[in-house]
């Protein structure tokens, strides 16, 4: 029964695209009792083989033909390790780049595309070094709103001019920038190039000089363009307002939206990767589904990358005789601290001991040092372990409640799914001050539980965050996008 219900909760939204998107993208794992983690891309390559399976094994239909476009642009086999995942599109801007430099029409008119947006927009917001406010496009700014000099759908209406009108092609062209701001990958082609530079086009004209960007050289605008402002596609194609207000009181308290980067570039990726799918063949909706599935799964591969080591050492520390039997006026963050230090004042940690002692790994994983005999090396070593612990504890917490980890023997990234705990709204209720209980358990100090319920509301704002951005992507790609003939492409386009 109880199997049944977790399969339930785990797969509750669950649609045959949704399972595979799942399992292509499963390539970080947490256990809550011994955290193993595999070396290089060891579960990469595993959801890499199996989403080929499960995916070739499909009658042919628009949901595999969609299918296998979404897993051959995102090309689990191009990242070199499982936390490449979490920071890098190494996949799709392979992908790119391969077509960039197969296809001398594609490469022509992104050049000439690129350098009308820098030509034409401002490529900083932060004008004034005095300006309150974010250098990149923030929460604050919109298309249309505050920018009343660049209507809503600026960036979508400029592309289709370049694409003759087909909406397919315009995504395409914003996608090669728009999937991040930072490091989207190289791409030439000599053909376009030459072909520009003979129409008295300077190279300059064409791509950024990486003294300048402090990256590789590139035609994409910088970070701080108006090309990656929200609501450049259109007026919906943007996260709501209150999330945005949720975003600055529970991530960025006292801060104001202009001073905080706005992502956009979630709901351009999304867009491209969405559309993909559609002129590929898939019904819009489950392309909808897929991108905001694996949105979910992209931002729960991040919080492991953050939570897995902190989290193992909690529970290690956790199962520690010599903690287990504290006294009864000793929280369980008191006595970790204390008996640290002891080691510490002690000298009876070494590189070796660190695999067998959690409390010497402790002192290793702060770097304070195993020599804390002098005053100053101790007072320093607290204050670095009771940061420490601000991360260690929730994590610790998190995974206690939340689904993660192996689930019928396949590893799943975080998830914001609760399998245990209390309901939310008593978190919030005793986060906020509001409610003096300590619902935490685990020997914890009812602070210590309090900060830990407000560091795991701030990772459930990411969830939301950044799967509201997917979602506003991809359905305005589902409005626009259309399917093309099987075996066509929308980059055949751009030689029309």
């Not at 595309?113 to 990149?136: A, E, L, V, W």
């Not at 070593?381 to 023997?409: C, F, H, R």
Request: some cysteine; proline content about 5%.
């Amino acid at each position: 029964m109880f199997s049944m219900f977790l399969d339930c909760l785990i797969l509750k939204r669950s649609a045959r695209a949704w399972l595979l998107a799942t399992l292509l993208f499963s390539g970080t794992a947490f256990a809550q009792d011994a955290v193993q983690i595999d070396p290089g891309n060891q579960k990469l390559s595993s959801a890499d083989r199996i989403a080929n399976i499960l995916i070739n094994s499909l009658p042919e239909s628009g949901v595999k033909k969609g299918l296998q476009r979404y897993y051959e642009i995102i090309n689990p086999s191009a990242y070199e390790a499982d936390a490449e995942v979490a920071f890098s599109n190494s996949g799709l801007s392979l992908y790119f780049a391969r077509q960039f430099k197969g296809n001398a029409c594609f490469a022509e008119k992104t050049l000439r595309f690129y350098h009308d947006i820098r030509s034409t927009t401002k490529n900083t917001q932060k004008t004034d070094p005095q300006m309150q406010r974010h250098s990149r496009t923030s929460l604050g700014d919109t298309a249309g709103g505050t920018r009343k000099d660049l209507p809503a759908g600026w960036l979508f209406q400029k592309a289709l001019t370049f694409t003759k009108g087909n909406p397919n092609a315009a995504l395409s062209l914003i996608g090669i920038c728009g999937h991040d701001d930072i490091a989207q990958g190289t791409a030439f082609n000599q053909e376009a190039e030459d072909k520009l530079l003979a129409q008295g086009y300077k190279w300059e004209d064409l791509y950024l000089d990486p003294d300048t960007t402090g990256e590789e050289e590139t035609f994409c605008p910088p970070r701080e363009s108006d090309f990656y402002i929200a609501r450049s596609l259109s007026k919906k194609s943007d996260i709501s307002d209150s999330l945005k207000r949720r975003i600055l009181e529970v991530q960025y308290p006292g801060k104001k939206a202009e001073q905080i980067a706005s992502k956009n570039y979630h709901v351009l990726g999304a867009a491209f990767m969405t559309c993909q799918m559609i002129e590929a063949g898939l019904n819009p909706y489950l392309a909808i589904q897929v991108e905001t599935t694996a949105a979910n799964l992209y931002r729960g591969i991040r919080l492991c990358q953050n939570i897995e080591a902190p989290a193992s050492l909690f529970w290690k520390l956790q199962k520690m005789p010599e903690l287990l039997r504290r006294p009864h006026s000793y929280t369980f963050e008191q006595a970790v601290v204390r008996k640290a230090l002891d080691r510490g004042t002690n000298k009876e940690c070494t590189m070796k001991k660190i695999e067998t002692d959690p409390l010497c790994e402790l002192l290793y994983k702060v770097g304070s040092g195993f020599d804390l005999t002098s005053p100053r090396a101790a007072a320093r070593a607290e204050e670095q372990l009771n940061k420490y612990l601000d991360m260690m504890i929730p994590s610790g917490v998190y995974t206690s409640w939340n689904i993660t980890g192996k689930v019928a023997g396949i590893s799943i990234p975080c998830t914001r799914d609760q399998l245990f705990g209390p309901h939310p709204f008593m978190k919030w209720l005793v986060g906020q001050g509001h409610l003096p209980l300590n619902i935490c358990g685990k020997g914890l100090s009812l602070e210590s539980c309090r900060k830990a319920l407000n560091t795991l509301r701030t990772w459930e704002v990411d969830f939301d965050w950044t799967v509201s951005q997917h979602l506003a992507g991809a359905q305005f790609a589902a409005g626009v996008c259309k399917p093309l003939p099987q075996g066509t492409s929308s980059f055949q386009h751009f030689c029309d």
